[in-house]
């Protein structure tokens, strides 16, 4: 399995402000995937990074609020804009590569907005 | 629309208590489901992966199995460190994505 490190892994932003948060995994993957998990619930796809080119989003995400880069097959940045107190939860990395089809996660970036 | 639907919400047991999770999906043609495992505060620890009706798993005291509509995660004789959210996903194979349940929190006490 690929091991997965994402940075920050903890944040208290004022609103207003943008937070870029950094996926690095050590091999090249097929896929990069960014989720958000807000307290108490499961997870949901914010977008899937798409390596050089523009990345695909959810109903219900936009580039503007959550501008995503994946410059190469093994790292990703995601930015949570113009912060809100709405926007705390945690934010997940996700990829999947070498022929298999389970993903596998980051540690996850705790961000609460105050 | 993929759906994945766990139950119950939350279990407790007592340690050596066996039970088991559920999970029902809709999947429009299903690539795979997937077990995970998380801890408070960290990511999903990746645990099974079911392909076709019929297949199981087994990982020490858990055991998944999988029909044509559900899931189940059968834990026997569980310890407090299995105490966790069980969460099931899947992917069908028109779609890169997973689709998460809400997860079962499971306690396990002495």
């Known amino acids: 399995s690929a091991v997965i490190s994402q940075k920050p892994s903890r944040d208290i932003c004022q609103r207003g402000t943008s937070l870029t948060i950094q996926c690095q995994v050590d091999s090249q993957v097929t896929m990069m995937f960014w989720y958000r998990q807000q307290p108490g619930q499961s997870l949901t796809l914010i977008a899937t990074a798409n390596q050089g ?30 912060m809100s107190p709405e926007d705390s939860s945690i934010y997940l990395c996700s990829v ?4 298999v089809t389970e993903a596998f996660f980051g ?4 961000l609460t907005v105050v | 629309e993929d759906q994945v639907t766990q139950s119950p919400e939350a279990l407790r047991l007592q340690e050596g208590e066996s039970s ?25 620890e990746f645990l099974f ?11 020490e005291r858990l055991k998944a199995t999988l029909t044509k509509k559900e899931s189940f995660l059968h834990i026997t004789a569980p310890k407090p460190e299995d105490s966790a959210t069980y969460l099931c996903a899947v992917r069908s194979i028109t779609a890169s ?6 997860g079962t929190r499971l306690q396990v006490t002495l």
């Open chain 2, 49 to 59: 992966t079911l392909y076709s009706a019929g297949e199981e798993k087994e990982k």
């Open chain 2, 97 to 102: 994505k997973l689709t998460f349940g809400t």
């Open chain 1, 53 to 82: 080119s523009e990345a695909t989003y959810e109903s219900g995400f936009v580039i503007d609020k959550f501008p995503i880069s994946r410059p190469n097959l093994t790292f990703s940045t995601l930015t949570v804009s113009n």
């Open chain 1, 96 to 99: 999947v590569g070498g022929g």
């Open chain 2, 20 to 44: 088991s999770l559920n999970c029902s999906y809709t999947v429009s043609g299903l690539r795979g489901l997937f077990w995970y495992r998380q801890d408070p505060g960290k990511g999903p």
């Open chain 1, 107 to 110: 540690q996850g970036t705790r």
